[in-house]
């Protein structure tokens, strides 16, 4: 049963710590997304890459948030220095080419910034 | 740009009652329209989806949604829910031609024995 991992579940850190979050998507798959989950603003696209290569990261604070693919098994994304208002669960998704395909979302990592 | 309303933040129904979950969109073009659904402390999972064809589209645990193009609408029906039907549920429309995905605030089914 393939699935879509993330590590870690849970963190909890303090304001200005380094906080990075990884993504295994499923295998095959040549597309991930980022999003991240609020009570304020829902779900919302962070960035999304497509054969390792970021195609729009429009949706995310640039001066302290960074996404990468290492290679095709892994997806990160990091966030330094850390704030309270980070404090959200975010996604990690794949799928295969095109808008049409599902997006297989991850468990999530529930960030708390204190 | 589009986006997606989903009037109605929570509903609460009774067990074996039908439902209703409403979505809304706006968009000046074609669009592909998702019905997610997250259970709790879970990523989110696909519902059903329409891409074209026919604008009944069901899912395989009894959901159906129905694309109406003139009232920009994609509500979920099911004609009779369950315990275990109880969950959050996101209505999103694809954005251009691109492959994002615009969410609605989602929908929290609340079902009672």
Redesign the interface.
């Known amino acids: 049963d393939a699935r879509?991992t993330q590590t870690p579940r849970d963190k909890v850190t303090e304001m200005g710590q380094e906080v990075t979050m990884r993504c295994q998507p499923i295998l095959g798959h040549n597309?991930v997304f980022w999003y991240r989950q609020t009570m304020m603003q829902?779900?919302e696209?962070l960035a999304?890459f497509?054969n390792r290569a970021p195609?729009?990261d429009s949706g995310m604070p640039k001066d302290r948030f960074s996404a990468e693919m290492p290679d095709a098994t892994l997806a990160t994304l990091k966030i330094q220095p850390s704030e309270p208002r980070d404090s959200a669960v975010y996604?990690c998704?794949s799928?295969l080419d095109?808008?049409?395909d599902?997006?297989y979302?991850?468990?999530?990592t529930r960030l708390t910034v204190l | 740009a589009q986006s997606v309303t989903q009037l109605d933040s929570q509903v609460p129904v009774f067990e074996e009652a039908p439902v209703e979950l409403r979505c809304n969109y706006s968009s000046s073009v074609s669009v592909y329209l998702f019905w997610y659904v997250q259970y709790p402390n879970q990523g989110l999972q696909l519902l059903l989806k329409y891409l074209s064809g026919s604008t009944l589209v069901e899912s395989i645990n009894g959901f159906e949604a129905e694309f109406n193009k003139s009232q920009t609408s994609f509500h979920l029906r099911k004609p009779s829910v369950h315990i275990s039907d109880t969950a959050e549920y996101f209505c999103a429309v694809s954005e251009g031609n691109t492959d994002k995905l615009i969410f609605g605030t989602g929908t929290r089914l609340q079902v009672f024995p």
């Open positions: 879509v597309t829902g779900l696209l999304y497509r195609l729009d996604f998704a799928g095109g808008i049409t599902t997006q979302f991850g468990p999530g």
